[in-house]
């Protein structure tokens, strides 16, 4: 990018987190909540690391990232530069990827089983052992909301054993819990059902405080229903390009 062009994207980034952060308190204040309580991560998949850059710039410092692949070599190119923001993994993951993953991330938001939470566990306390990482890795229990196949996620009566085998590992840490609304249906049923399963987490464990639901389309259902931290790509920084 040119200086030109880099000041350029920086004001229509500029311009788009106002207008999303506005939505986020409008959509606090209309359910009485602080607008303080609902955090933004911006979900940079697919984006260049130019805009990783740019959006912690301007404050940013919650950045989440479906695929590892990509992931990881933006968070290299951002530790080489010196640009400090914590990673969030927020689309479904292979154990073979925990290993890359627990490397440089601070939050996993997609954790459906048991066998991943064990693959986390060991992979986090071999980075903690080695040195890229100082601290536990906070992991979200992801709750399936519909039955589609392949976009992951939890059956509700399942939540309290994973929530189990998490906290029995030293390298890992019960965050609280993700969801995403299932497409083709109102987003509001879904969402006061993952409140419903957040809330019976909290009363065993009640440092399970997140709750990572809400998109660009449906952030105001989300917040409306008990979102702590609401997962932004497109309404932040427009039209996603496609990979090749």
Not at 99 to 120: K, Q
Not at 147 to 155: P, Q, S, V, Y
Request: hydrophobic content about 50%; aromatic content about 2%.
């Amino acid at each position: 990018m040119t200086d030109a062009e880099t000041t350029g994207r920086r004001a229509e980034i500029a311009g788009h987190l106002a207008a999303v952060r506005e939505r986020i308190a409008a959509a606090a204040v209309a359910c009485g909540r602080d607008p303080g309580e609902v955090a933004l991560i911006a979900v940079t998949k697919t984006y260049p690391a130019s805009d990783v850059a740019i959006l912690a710039g301007l404050g940013v410092r919650d950045i989440g990232e479906n695929r590892d692949q990509e992931a990881a070599g933006k968070a290299a190119e951002m530790a080489a530069a010196g640009v400090e923001v914590r990673w969030h993994h927020v689309g479904q993951l292979q154990r073979n990827k925990a290993r890359s993953v627990a490397s440089y991330a601070s939050f996993v938001h997609s954790v459906d089983r048991l066998a991943l939470v064990a693959a986390l566990g060991r992979a986090r306390a071999e980075a903690i052992a080695a040195g890229p990482v100082g601290v536990p890795l906070k992991v979200l229990i992801q709750v399936g909301l519909d039955d589609a196949e392949g976009r992951g996620g939890a059956a509700p009566d399942d939540v309290d054993e994973l929530a189990a085998a998490i906290t029995a590992d030293e390298s890992l840490i019960l965050a609280g819990v993700m969801a995403v609304a299932p497409l083709g249906e109102p987003p509001e049923p879904a969402f006061a059902r993952l409140a419903r399963v957040a809330d019976r987490l909290r009363a065993t464990y009640p440092q399970a405080t997140m709750v990572s639901a809400g998109m660009s389309g449906d952030l105001e259902a989300a917040v409306a229903h008990g979102a702590t931290h609401v997962r932004i790509g497109s309404a932040l920084l427009g039209p996603r390009p496609m990979l090749g």
